[in-house]
């Protein structure tokens, strides 16, 4: 098939897209099906990479056939350490595994303030220390400014969950090209949401608490879509990220100082990457990222740096 990506979209390959994607979510429809007849379970854990696929998440969450679903973050290959590591835990070194939900995936490397602080004097970037405030980072969110968000361990699995993300206003239905355009990814792709958990029935219908954004859940109604284009998809969904005090106090308050400006509990959050690269990982590599992106500001772990 000749087709272009990154041009207009190609008839053929969209109905081909389509026709994989419903034979996908018809296999994990029947499958669960199947093990909800067999076991009489009321739970399902999800994980291999099938159980990234966030559209046929959705259809098995609508379906109602359990009434809880727990998908793993890092339900691909990446995730098979994880595994290894609580096989050797429990059958080699005889320890017991806790059985309890996880609640976030912040387990990557970890930057102390004062390395933080050093990278960025050595820099030489435009920066200002604003420690745990929000404010001045929702202020120019909501003046339409495109800005980066770096703090703590990165993320385990392949989601930015405010860790390594790329915030900007959802309001502004041009921000969905401009982002794309900024990253250097093929226009068409979607713009996920991460939004406060207790304003998620204002948004989505029959809504779940989810922190990966693993699961697409549908908007409310056409009229809600049109209040943040930029996270809305073509058929009314989104991939959201609910978000807790409890979980990451600065991710909830700088969604929550948004709110306070803009009126929406909800922000566009992507990966904090450019095009063929993985999320970046280091300081360095987050100052290197925002210095030759279109971005406008950047919050690194304390410190508010807008360009020059």
Not at 51 to 75: G, V
Not at 137 to 147: F, R, W
Not at 152 to 165: C, K, V
Request: glycine share 8%; proline share 5%; hydrophobic share 40%.
């Amino acid at each position: 098939m000749n087709w272009n990506p990154r041009g207009e979209l190609n008839e053929n390959a969209v109905n081909i897209a389509w026709a994989v994607q419903k034979v996908t979510e018809d296999a994990v429809l029947s499958t669960a099906y199947w093990a909800k007849k067999h076991t009489g379970e009321d739970k399902v854990a999800l994980a291999g990479g099938v159980a990234l696929n966030a559209k046929a998440n959705m259809e098995l969450h609508y379906s109602r056939t359990y009434n809880d679903i727990f998908i793993f973050p890092a339900a691909n290959d990446a995730g098979g350490p994880i595994g290894a590591a609580a096989y050797v835990y429990e059958h080699i070194l005889g320890g017991k595994m806790k059985n309890e939900r996880l609640t976030h995936v912040y387990f990557g490397p970890e930057y102390s303030d004062d390395e933080v602080k050093n990278i960025v004097r050595k820099s030489k970037v435009k920066a200002e220390y604003v420690g745990n405030d929000m404010n001045p980072i929702a202020d120019l969110i909501a003046k339409g400014e495109i800005v980066t968000f770096y703090q703590g361990r990165a993320e385990l699995g392949p989601r930015a969950l405010g860790h390594r993300s790329i915030l900007a206003d959802p309001t502004r239905k041009e921000y969905w090209r401009l982002v794309n355009d900024i990253k250097g990814r093929e226009w068409w792709r979607p713009l996920a949401p991460s939004l406060l958990l207790e304003d998620a029935s204002e948004y989505f219908r029959d809504p779940t608490k989810h922190e990966f954004m693993i699961l697409m859940l549908r908007y409310k109604d056409e009229e809600v879509c049109k209040r943040v284009p930029v996270t809305c998809h073509v058929d009314s969904t989104a991939r959201p990220q609910t978000v807790t005090g409890e979980e990451d106090k600065n991710w909830y308050n700088v969604i929550k100082a948004f709110k306070d400006l803009r009126g929406e509990g909800l922000v566009m959050n992507t990966s904090f990457n450019l095009a063929g690269e993985p999320l970046v990982e280091t300081p360095q590599d987050a100052i290197r990222s925002f210095a030759v992106g279109g971005f406008d500001a950047m919050y690194l772990q304390g410190w508010l740096i807008t360009k020059r």
